[in-house]
């Protein structure tokens, strides 16, 4: 099968490979890839910013989601047959023609939900629906999201507004009437954001999910109780006192609630952008795509020999 490997660490370290094809181990589902989505976490990898954190033995074949069909399965599986179409966490690297996982990372693709869009889901509706497990905001309370056009973002962006709260997000002017369109209420990051926040919210604000860091913790101290801000981006605000929400990727699973994410995006109640989308053989580009930062949604590349219109792209 057609892989690309992490070779070395670097923003040149991708490579394209060839290998066996990935086979099941009992308990484990291999899956042919027809989309695969890039997350900011791959090109921190790529880097080596996580090498301690994440330690591979290279050349490793990375890339945490993706969605595609079932090829087969290894002993004991239940739930899952050869054919189902199906998106989720893959154990051996998504960056491949055929990549295993365990069931408990996958979730059908419902009908109604084409391949690239189920593709764009997992992480997003897996961190989002975590976050606010966590966070519990008050009903009915204001919430601030920064980056809130962003893949993570706009997911929690969503969630809340149906929840029934009032949403305050940042983003760049591009994206403003994009937020307004999810339901909340954007302002501009960097200078001059806490006095929009305070002018937006004067209510107050009972919780903030910070996707992007750029010291938004700091930032909004005034406004916003450090103890009520969960970031995903920037660890050193914990010293500030805000909750930090880590993990290991390699061991993120599909949860109920990120499966119903799924399921609300089949009827179209809610949405996660494509943003861009690649081809198999331009994955590199794909990557330095993601990590200029300034994106609505998610990079999609279409799995090796697939056309975007397999995958449900124009
Ligand atoms: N710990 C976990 O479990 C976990 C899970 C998933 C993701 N993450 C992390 O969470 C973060 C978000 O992931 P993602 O996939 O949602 O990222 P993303 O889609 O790449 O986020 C891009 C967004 O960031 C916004 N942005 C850029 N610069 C900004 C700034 N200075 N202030 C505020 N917003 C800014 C952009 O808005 P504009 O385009 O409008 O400028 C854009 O919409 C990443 O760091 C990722 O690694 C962690």
Redesign the pocket.
Known sequence: MHTYVLDHYGPDGLEPATAQDAAPAPGEVAVRLEALAI???DW?IRNGWLAQMIPLSLPAVIGYEGAGTVVSVGSGVTGFAVGDRVAGFFDSGAYAEVAVTRPARLTAIPSGLSTAQAAALP??AE?AT?ILGMLRPQPASTVVV??A?????SMVTQLLVRDGHRVVG???P??HDYLRSLGAIPIG??AGMVDDLRAVASEGIDAGYD??G?E?VDAVAEVVDPHRIIT??DFAAAADGAIV???D?TQ?MMTDAARNVFDLAARGEIRVEIARTFRFDELPAALAH?EQ??????VIVAGYDREFSDIGLA
């Open positions: 997350n900011p976490l921190k992480t997003a961190t975590r920064n980056g056009a962003g893949a993570v973002g940042t983003a760049g591009a994206n990051y960097g996707t992007t750029h938004f995903t981006a929400a880590g993990g990727p993120v993601n930062g300034h994106l609505r949604g998610k």
